[in-house]
């Protein structure tokens, strides 16, 4: 019994790789994603700690995928807190006393970091002390303490701020604090608010950062801009001379142009209240824009219809909710790849409507660099990982038939083994390849009249025996569901990824579900389970590349992170859509969409 010829083939494409030869080699060294003597070094550890070639990929991939994540979440977030920020400052300036100004200050500092509770904290001078206010059961409760006292009193006395991840560890906390307010302070984030003259005023202090998370220096930038408002707030509510709300709202996007000046990010602020914009340097650097710090609503308009991102005009209207993730091409400095999202601002004064956008830019070129020579390397190592795959499975299959002769049981448990590991590694250099091809926009999509009751039946019925293997209830509830336009051979596809990923996180003795919805325009296709539930910081990743899904009730990850990814393009390259509801411990439905057969 002999291997020898599927092992030459494996041991000669891992000399490609080692000697820099050959196109894997060449590909990394070309990219400068390596070196020699990287190559060398990553294979003495790969022959201490044997890890396989394809977790090799997978790491790759993990590893690139999750940059390109990162700064693409960050993206998201950045946009949606501006404009929170934003409706946030124009709501501090409607507010007519102190008490509902208090209230909004401390609900909204909660929300936009994402905090489960913010306090304020005012210098009384006469007295020498801290008003500190807190929210009790929604009412503004005030408790009067020593300005010595405390992170806030600290903070007040040197205008520094304090980002603490454990309070009770600092011998600045005052545990006292936590007994009157009846509260447990785990991370605590203190900004000093201040007037123009840089005169400490007051203290915001931010408590407990959601998900047991720390506060970030992006959270830091968030509460020093807040605090910057709310100073401007208490200055204008305090003011005895009555301000015309054209010279708050003026003074407002000044400061916001103040605030946002710092920010690696782009930002653009136009509403239709003012013709003042926030335009701040990031965005002049990435866009090459030549224009001064007196620049107007009209010249930024027109600098923004030369970027092909549709009607300004058109934004402030009615569409800016309806806005979409964009990635735009400048040439000029150089070639770059901006990620330009969008958030609607709403909110005015006087009850009046004040419609605006925050356009948010976000150089992604070397993240994108990164994903192109990644996406390269993969297709290519895959391509040749193909042949010696498929030889061993060959050469195994042909020895299990007896070809070499008759094989005894302990030799057929072995070969079945291997048989399994190259189907495994099969199916992985395949769905890399899939991958390869979607991210290239090359899948092969036909679409025609699907009969889409039959595909669901057939997928269904190809499952029964894994269905009586896991002892789950795999039910159809599928009736009189209408042709769709669509690619059968896809739609089976995205099915079984849907179905397979319910197999993994439903329990023995549990249900799976599919059930169709038909609508005007589509079908929505869902794949129910009663498993152990998706955790929602867990759903908005699912569908990313390599992203990998922790069953919470065994602490185990499942597959590889490409199934789910697969099937929101394959169901996106037919113009349909996909999400997922689901709560911990109460199951998940998987929905995807496709458009109706006319």
């Not at 909710?321 to 400095?333: D, K």
């Not at 948010?360 to 192109?372: C, L, P």
């Not at 113009?575 to 439905?589: C, F, H, L, M, Y």
Request: contains cysteine; negative net charge.
């Amino acid at each position: 019994m002999t291997f020898l010829p599927s092992v030459t083939k494996e041991q000669q494409f891992m000399k490609t790789i080692e000697k820099s030869r050959g196109k894997l080699g060449q590909l990394l060294l070309e990219k400068k994603m390596v070196s020699e003597e990287q190559i060398e070094e990553a294979l003495e550890v790969q022959k201490i700690n044997g890890k396989s070639l394809g977790d090799i990929l997978i790491d790759l991939g993990n590893t690139t995928s999750s940059l390109i994540t990162s700064v693409l979440s960050v993206a998201r977030r950045t946009e949606q807190q501006l404009a929170r920020l934003f409706n946030a400052s124009i709501g501090m300036l409607q507010c007519v006393e102190h008490t509902s100004l208090f209230k909004f200050i401390m609900v909204e500092a909660a929300r936009i970091l994402e905090a489960d509770m913010c306090n304020l904290f005012l210098v009384d001078e006469n007295s020498g002390k801290l008003n500190c206010f807190t929210l009790d059961k929604g009412k503004v409760k005030e408790i009067r303490t020593p300005l010595t006292r405390g992170l806030a009193g600290y903070v007040a006395k040197t205008g520094e701020s304090i980002n603490l991840e454990d309070a009770y560890q600092s011998p600045l906390f005052d545990p006292q604090i936590d007994e009157d307010m009846e509260y447990k302070t785990r991370t605590v984030l203190c900004f000093p608010v201040k007037q123009k003259n840089n005169k400490v005023i007051g203290v915001l202090r931010v408590v407990n950062k959601k998900g047991k998370a720390l506060f970030t220096s992006h959270d830091e930038w968030l509460c020093k801009s807040f605090a910057i408002f709310v100073s401007n707030a208490i200055s204008m509510i305090n003011g005895k001379k009555a301000v015309s709300p054209d010279t708050m709202i003026t003074e407002n996007m000044r400061l916001f142009n103040l605030a946002v000046e710092d920010l690696p990010e782009g930002v653009i602020i136009i509403t239709n209240d003012t013709d003042s914009v926030v335009v701040n340097p990031a965005v002049k650097w990435m866009l090459g824009w030549k224009i001064n710090k007196d620049i107007d609503k009209e010249n930024t308009t027109l600098l923004l219809n030369g970027l092909g991102l549709g009607d300004v005009s058109k934004w402030l209207e009615d569409e800016v909710g309806m806005l979409t993730s964009q990635e735009i091409t400048i040439q000029i400095p150089g070639s770059k790849v901006i990620k330009v999202d969008f958030a609607e601002i709403n909110g005015g004064m006087n009850n009046k409507r004040n419609r605006g956008c925050i356009v948010v830019f976000y150089d992604i070129t070397k993240e994108k660099e990164v994903d192109h020579v990644k996406s390269e390397f993969i297709t290519i190592a895959s391509h040749e990982l193909l042949s010696p795959i498929t030889s061993m499975n060959n050469a195994v299959n042909l020895i299990l038939q007896g070809m070499l002769g008759p094989n005894t049981e302990p030799q057929k448990k072995f070969l079945r083994i291997i048989s399994d590991g190259t189907k495994y590694l099969s199916y992985l250099t395949t769905s890399l390849l899939d991958i390869a091809l979607l991210e290239a926009g090359k899948i092969p999509v036909k679409k025609e009249k699907v009969d889409l009751e039959a595909v669901i039946k057939s997928t269904i019925e190809s499952l029964w025996f894994k269905a009586e293997e896991n002892k789950i209830s795999l039910i159809n509830k599928n009736g009189n569901t209408p042709s769709v336009l669509a690619d059968s051979n896809r739609v089976r596809q995205a099915l079984l990824n849907l179905l397979d990923n319910a197999f993994k996180f439903t329990p023995h003795g549990g249900e799976i579900i599919v059930e169709t919805n038909t609508t005007e325009n589509e079908v929505e296709i869902c794949v129910k389970d009663n498993g152990v539930g998706i955790l929602l910081e867990e759903q908005e990743k699912i569908f990313e590349r390599f992203y990998q899904i922790e069953n919470t009730a065994t602490k185990k990850h499942y597959g590889i992170g490409l199934g789910l990814s697969i099937c929101k393009d394959i169901v996106e390259a037919q113009r349909g859509r996909i999400w997922v509801e689901s709560k911990e411990r109460g199951g998940s439905n998987f929905v995807f969409t496709l458009p109706l057969y006319k």
